[in-house]
Nanobody
Framework: VQLQASGGGLVQAGGSLRLSCAASGGTFSRYLMGWFRQAPGKEREFVAAIRWSTGSTYYRDAVKGRFTISRDIAKDTVYLQMNSLKPEDTAAYYC????????????????WGQGTLVTVSS
């Protein structure tokens, strides 16, 4: 399984970005697809996840109402729409795939893409 993340950039506070994660090399119907982020000097933290088969979604409290995770089955791509961005959202964002069911624990995801950097200026 390969994951390719893209869409990061520099945006002012209050702005929006959409991250994409293109998946290949597997059958994703049994996967949970997640987004994590890691700010400098901090641990990697869960942001959002979506069950590929059902579309059920999960979010960390800090992004509820601002971020939306979705998937396009035809394109094997997962998206993270980020609105009302705040400086504290600044981080490298990683997409991940796992088969162990819903979890906010990074170590339980088997596959990872490279990070895409999101910088939110105040």
């Amino acid at each position: 399984v390969q994951l390719q993340a893209s869409g990061g950039g520099l945006v002012q506070a209050g702005g929006s970005l959409r991250l994409s994660c293109a998946a290949s090399g597997g059958t994703f119907s049994r996967y949970l697809m997640g987004w994590f982020r890691q700010a400098p000097g901090k641990e990697r933290e869960f942001v959002a996840a979506i069950r590929w088969s059902t579309g059920s979604t999960y979010y960390r409290d800090a992004v509820k109402g601002r971020f939306t995770i979705s998937r396009d089955i035809a394109k094997d791509t997962v998206y993270l729409q980020m609105n009302s961005l705040k400086p504290e959202d600044t981080a490298a964002y990683y997409c991940a795939a796992g088969t162990k069911g819903y979890s906010q624990t990074a170590s339980l995801y088997e596959y990872w893409g490279q990070g895409t950097l999101v910088t939110v200026s105040s």
